[in-house]
């Protein structure tokens, strides 16, 4: 009768090689699957940013379409959330533009806004510092076109580019529409 107990024992448990095993093989999928879904975050919170930049530009030019001139860099982005008691005075401010209040890119830094932009002309320059959180390095996001982006549009055919512009247009114009209602 013991001879079966102690079989039934020994067999009810793992073997320190067993669990080694399972430990080995999910070392393994952690090793492969880990790195992609860091660089899918790091992927998302790049576009993220993009997309929260283009919005702020759109914004931004129904604010200057409305008011005539851009915030000044001292008003900042805040002037489209509150209305600006300092020169220039806004001639027809309809806002709060935007419903956020806190405008941070998802490292948790402010977005950054100048007017007159030192990187573009004639509008105002709207950027994040980036994954590194330092102003003025390569990884910085912003408003503006760099050699990367300017290669590849040189690319685009001029018809790509106007229908772009276009589309931006009449949005523009059916979000001007709306605010009127």
């Known amino acids: 009768m013991r001879s079966i107990s102690t079989a039934q024992t020994r067999r009810a448990a793992f073997t320190l090689l067993e669990v080694l095993l399972v430990v080995a093989i999910l070392a393994l999928l952690a090793a492969v699957v880990a790195p992609r879904l860091i660089g899918t975050q790091k992927q998302a919170q790049l576009d993220t940013t993009r997309s929260q930049i283009s919005m702020l530009d759109d914004v931004l030019d129904l604010y200057c379409q ?91 055919s001029s018809s790509d580019r106007g229908e772009r512009a276009s589309d931006r247009s009449s949005r523009r114009e059916r979000s001007r529409d709306r605010d009127e209602m």
Request: proline share 11%; hydrophobic share 20%; net charge negative.
């Open 66 to 156: 409305q008011n005539g001139a851009y915030p000044s860099t001292d008003q900042g982005l805040n002037a489209l959330m509150e209305e600006p008691t300092e020169d220039p005075i806004p001639k027809a401010w309809a806002g709060p533009y935007l419903k956020d209040r806190e405008l941070v890119d998802p490292w948790g830094n402010p977005y950054q806004y100048a007017f007159p932009g030192d990187r573009n002309s004639d509008k105002p320059d709207i950027w994040s510092f980036g994954p590194d959180s330092e102003d003025g390095s390569d990884d910085d996001l912003g408003n503006w076109r760099n050699e990367t982006e300017e290669d590849s549009s040189d690319r685009t």
